[in-house]
């Protein structure tokens, strides 16, 4: 597999996909066809999406498919070099997904080897399930399960930081909270300006850092730049 | 229909339970027996939280029975003189409230007259659904309809303040989301320390205030001890 799983697409204060501008388009060059999934965000800003990242990709000197309107999924699919899917809602997205087919249909494509660049809501659906977004669930989904690309659940924009004088539940106490329920899983706190990337079973962490939790374990927090030569199963 | 819906049971700095003990005691003062549903949280901790309450409701000469090891949920409340139902994960308490029964029977009586006080998870099952929870979906639900006590969707822990230097979505962008996908609904933010009352379709907000949500149309935000003598309906 060739993955590239971003936790967010902009840094606050920066151009709209800045950080990951270079990371991507060592990914993307070459791959003429990408197809884009901009299910996460509402329809009606659907259009809008795909020739935003249309521009983006453009830069790579990729030709940027919207697979919003696809009708036959693995059609679609059969003629692209690489796929991508953008952030927004995770629910939005993951039901979206659902419907279409392209959840399968993606996923299947991907474990063959079709590149897959993701990111915060498109790293939520490379997880095995949705069960460690930040989004609100503002539509039902069949299942939380998602395309189970890694196996390990990713937690995108992970921060330790809280809004001061709020009570709310920090985002440390919600996965551990996860974590109580789900207690043979591990989890990656991706924080913002950080990605993985994976190609044949070898992750790299590449950016600020990222931080695993596992159920009744310290947390384990790992900077950025760090390789890990390691099989995937071991996370 | 008696209600007493609260954000958040303590707030930052203060000891559990204290901003809301006098409004929870005049509610509750000369209801014999409460049933506690102490399913937000995980099971091992399921025991204690009940105790914790019990030590509460005890202040206001209330017995209090823990409802998670009910194993008929109608005669389980049969006996009752008031419901409450406490805060942690709101998937977590609605997937077991499917699982007893008890969703079904709870939300019968309260219809039907026995008092109800919820708070945070306990007041986002007291909506029409859960959609407008804060929390990490960290289990399945059958469906995230719950309760419907109210015609509206309650945001518990409401803010709209954000990490500083982060760039996750604000709450208003979360909620502006869901009222994209769910225009006809309106959204009650409850800042941490206020709570609404209801008793036979006249509604009040005590405490610090609120802020209502519609779609395409601008927040209002009201601020505490406002007396709203309409029709729930309005909302």
Same mark, same amino acid.
């Given at each position: 597999?060739?993955? +590239?799983?971003l936790s967010n697409s902009t840094l606050p204060g920066e151009p709209f996909f800045q950080w990951p501008h270079a990371h991507a ?15 996460a965000q ?7 999406y /795909?020739?935003r990242m249309?521009a983006v ?15 036959? =999924? ?12 953008g952030g927004g ?13 392209? +959840? ?15 990111w915060s809501a498109g790293a ?12 609100? =669930?503002?539509?039902? /989904? ?14 995108p924009h ?20 996860? +974590? ?7 989890? /990656?706190?991706l924080r913002e300006g950080a990605l ?8 790299? +962490?590449?950016g600020t ?27």
């Amino acid at each position: 597999m060739q993955l +590239l799983l971003l936790s967010n697409s902009t840094l606050p204060g920066e151009p709209f996909f800045q950080w990951p501008h270079a990371h991507a388009k060592s990914f993307l060059q070459g791959h003429k066809k990408v197809g884009f999934v901009p299910f996460a965000q509402p329809e009606p800003e659907q259009d809008a999406y /795909v020739e935003r990242m249309a521009a983006v990709f453009g830069e790579f000197g990729c030709e940027t498919i919207g697979l919003h309107k696809a009708t036959d =999924p693995n059609k679609a699919l059969d003629d692209l070099d690489a796929v991508a899917i953008g952030g927004g809602n995770s629910f939005l997205l993951l039901r979206s997904l659902y419907r279409s087919g392209l +959840l399968r249909a993606i996923g299947d494509r991907v474990k063959r080897g079709l590149p897959y660049l993701g990111w915060s809501a498109g790293a939520n659906v490379a997880s095995p399930t949705i069960m460690t977004t930040n989004d609100m =669930p503002i539509v039902e /989904v069949p299942s939380l399960r998602a395309m189970h690309l890694v196996p390990f659940q990713i937690n995108p924009h992970y921060t330790e930081a809280t809004i001061p004088g709020h009570g709310g539940e920090s985002r440390d106490k919600r996965l551990e909270e996860y +974590l109580a329920l789900n207690q043979r899983s591990t989890v /990656v706190g991706l924080r913002e300006g950080a990605l993985l990337q994976v190609a044949i079973g070898r992750m790299e +962490l590449k950016g600020t850092g990222m931080v695993i939790f596992r159920a009744g374990k310290p947390k384990v927090d790992i900077s950025g730049d760090a390789e890990m030569r390691r099989d995937l199963s071991d996370l």
